[in-house]
């Protein structure tokens, strides 16, 4: 098992194709569902696909991309929480899912920390900005908590769904 992070009780680690069932589930929750948008992800292969077409390549292009979250004792997966490259944005975005009976247990922040001071100190990035619909009001809240701050409102467009997403700036060397 390649372990990139720990934090006093998660473990962030690449995706692999293991994972695939672990994927299937996470992108079928409601959460997922209705603030990042479906995948089409309804069966292992299409969850081994996913994981190869996204987080794997992102890996191997970038060096970094979306990491599943365990808790550290069990190493039982609870999330993901990364950073994603896209081909729309000057800027690298910093991305988290949880299933919902891992929310409201910090677990979320305490990853994301971990990611942000991961792209600051071993990527290099200087800017990270993270996208979320006005309505995730969790999300907002956990974004803030990170010391991102609101920048401007978008369309984003190229899955064709035509809604606002809020972005946030964040300066990794600020704090």
Same mark, same amino acid.
């Given at each position: 098992?390649?372990?990139?992070?720990?934090?006093?009780?998660?473990?962030?680690?690449?995706?692999?194709?293991?994972?695939?069932?672990?994927?299937?589930?996470?992108?079928?929750?409601?959460?997922? %569902?209705?603030?990042?948008?479906? +995948? =089409?992800?309804? &069966?292992?292969?299409? *969850?081994?696909?996913?994981?190869? #077409?996204? !987080?794997?390549?992102?890996?191997?292009?970038?060096?970094?991309?979306?990491?599943?979250?365990?808790?550290?004792?069990?190493?039982?997966?609870?999330?993901?929480?990364?950073?994603?490259?896209?081909?729309?944005?000057?800027?690298?975005?910093?991305?988290?899912?949880?299933?919902?009976?891992?929310?409201?247990?910090?677990?979320?922040?305490?990853?994301?920390?971990?990611? %942000?001071?991961?792209?600051?100190? +071993? =990527?290099?990035? &200087?800017?990270?900005? *993270?996208?979320?619909?006005?309505? #995730?009001? !969790?999300?907002?809240?956990?974004?803030?908590?990170?010391?991102?701050?609101?920048?401007?409102?978008?369309?984003?467009?190229?899955?064709?769904?035509?809604?606002?997403?809020?972005?946030?700036?964040?300066?990794?060397?600020?704090?």
């Amino acid at each position: 098992m390649n372990i990139l992070l720990y934090t006093s009780r998660l473990l962030l680690r690449e995706l692999n194709e293991n994972d695939a069932p672990f994927i299937l589930e996470l992108l079928n929750t409601e959460g997922w %569902l209705r603030y990042i948008g479906d +995948r =089409h992800i309804h &069966t292992i292969a299409d *969850a081994v696909k996913y994981i190869h #077409n996204g !987080p794997v390549s992102s890996y191997q292009k970038y060096g970094y991309g979306l990491y599943l979250v365990a808790l550290k004792e069990t190493q039982t997966p609870v999330g993901i929480c990364g950073l994603i490259r896209r081909d729309q944005w000057e800027d690298t975005d910093i991305g988290f899912a949880f299933l919902p009976q891992y929310t409201g247990k910090g677990y979320a922040l305490e990853a994301a920390i971990a990611v %942000l001071s991961d792209g600051k100190e +071993r =990527h290099h990035l &200087t800017r990270i900005i *993270a996208i979320t619909m006005e309505e #995730n009001k !969790p999300s907002i809240r956990l974004l803030e908590k990170l010391g991102l701050s609101y920048e401007k409102r978008i369309i984003y467009e190229n899955t064709g769904e035509n809604y606002c997403n809020t972005p946030f700036n964040f300066n990794p060397g600020a704090k």
